[in-house]
């Protein structure tokens, strides 16, 4: 009888490190799509900034904007 809560409890603490270690590979994986999506917000970033460049440049030309700006 005392072999039944032994392996009851190491059942359970079995199917807790097994979530545990499926968990741990969830985050890994969502860290990972993170890191993907802040760099590809950084490189959209990065185009707007050219792109508000080259449009402030245009406006100068023609005279668009103003002198301050």
């Known amino acids: ?3 039944q809560p032994d392996s009851i409890v190491l ?3 079995s199917r807790i490190d097994q979530r545990t270690e499926r968990m741990a590979e969830d985050i890994h994986d969502l860290k990972t ?3 993907s999506m802040e760099e ?3 490189g959209v970033n990065r185009r ?3 792109l508000d ?3 402030e440049r245009i ?3 023609l005279e ?4 301050t700006h």
């Open 11 to 13: 059942a359970i603490l």
């Open 53 to 55: 460049g080259r449009v």
């Open 33 to 35: 799509c993170a890191t």
């Open 40 to 42: 590809g917000l950084a």
């Open 59 to 61: 406006e100068k030309r």
């Open 1 to 3: 009888m005392t072999d």
């Open 48 to 50: 707007l900034d050219r």
């Open 64 to 67: 668009l904007s103003d002198a």
